[in-house]
């Protein structure tokens, strides 16, 4: 079944080296540790039932070019062995779904590149032990089911109702240690019915980090955000004390942005 109704993406095959203009993905990544990925059969019905092996041992091939491209927290990798990226992407797209890309999901938006949803998520919980974590910008709630499976309370917001919709389904398709609780709305505002966060990721970039989110920030936790509009940086906030927070700058990046409101 087709998950996705945009019609521009509905194709199963993509150009070599797609890339759309926003794409939840590093720039200039270097390239120097790229191993093959497996050639798999296209996935007609017949051959999706052989998705699960052959998405393992290619999992096992991301995880090893994520442990390469300098990813070390155990807890990231284990989980990103453990979720079948596949399952959330287009059935016409699962052939890629384990390749260092983001893809598209529906509705211009992206699945973000697996090394940004593994290294926001490693910087976010280094030295920590996240009990609960906002997620903004579910999409197809690929990350929140990588969270799921080392934070014990995941809350994920996503505007667009019809991702939304496909993040439930996903979800609902994977099982995972933690609790799930997907909202639809304007993650822009944060959920203050939940707060404090233990931390905080944000999937698209606004020109600034919304105060709400600073602010529903436990003391001690850190969140995540790309910011900026055409250059974008992922920003790394620590709170440090009720009143101040500490800010980093680390890589260029380019995502999807960071919109106010929700669309039906
Ligand atoms: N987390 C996803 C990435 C999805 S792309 C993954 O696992 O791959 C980023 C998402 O942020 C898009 O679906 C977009 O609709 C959503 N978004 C943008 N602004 C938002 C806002 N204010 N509140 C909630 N979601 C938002």
């Given at each position: 079944m087709s998950k996705i109704k945009h019609p521009?993406?509905?194709?199963?095959?993509?150009?070599?080296g797609y890339s759309p203009a926003n794409s939840n993905t590093r720039m200039n990544v270097p390239r120097p540790?790229?191993?093959?990925v497996p050639q798999m059969a296209a996935p007609t019905p017949e051959a999706s039932s052989n998705m699960g092996l052959n998405s393992e041992r290619q999992r096992g091939v991301m995880v090893a070019r994520l442990r390469e491209q300098g990813i070390v927290d155990d807890r990231v990798l284990g989980a990103?062995?453990?979720?079948?990226r596949h399952v959330f992407v287009d059935q016409g797209l699962a052939s890629r779904a384990y390749e260092?890309?983001?893809?598209?999901?529906?509705?211009g938006q992206t699945i973000s590149q697996p090394w940004?949803?593994?290294?926001?998520?490693?910087?976010?919980?280094?030295?920590?032990?996240?009990?609960?974590?906002?997620?903004?910008?579910?999409?197809c709630g690929y990350q929140a089911a990588i969270l799921a499976q080392f934070v014990p309370e995941v809350y994920a917001i996503e505007r667009v109702r019809g991702l939304y919709d496909q993040a439930r389904e996903n979800l609902a398709r994977c099982h995972a240690p933690g609790r799930i609780r997907l909202s639809f709305?304007?993650?822009?505002?944060?959920?203050?019915?939940?707060?404090?966060?233990?931390?905080?990721v944000v999937a698209a970039a606004g020109v600034k980090i919304p105060e709400a989110l600073l602010e529903q920030l436990a003391v001690g936790a850190r969140l995540i955000a790309p910011e900026g509009t055409t250059r974008q940086k992922l920003i790394l906030i620590e709170r440090t004390s009720v009143s101040t927070w500490q800010r980093a700058e680390l890589e260029s990046v380019r995502?999807?942005?960071?919109r106010p409101g929700t669309q039906i």
């Open positions: 521009f993406i509905r194709s199963a095959t993509l150009p070599a540790f790229e191993l093959p990103m062995q453990a979720v079948p260092d890309a983001a893809l598209p999901i529906g509705f940004v949803v593994a290294y926001m998520l490693s910087m976010m919980s280094q030295g920590r032990r996240p009990a609960r974590v906002l997620e903004v910008g579910a999409g709305g304007d993650g822009m505002v944060g959920l203050a019915h939940a707060v404090p966060f233990d931390g905080i995502f999807v942005p960071l």
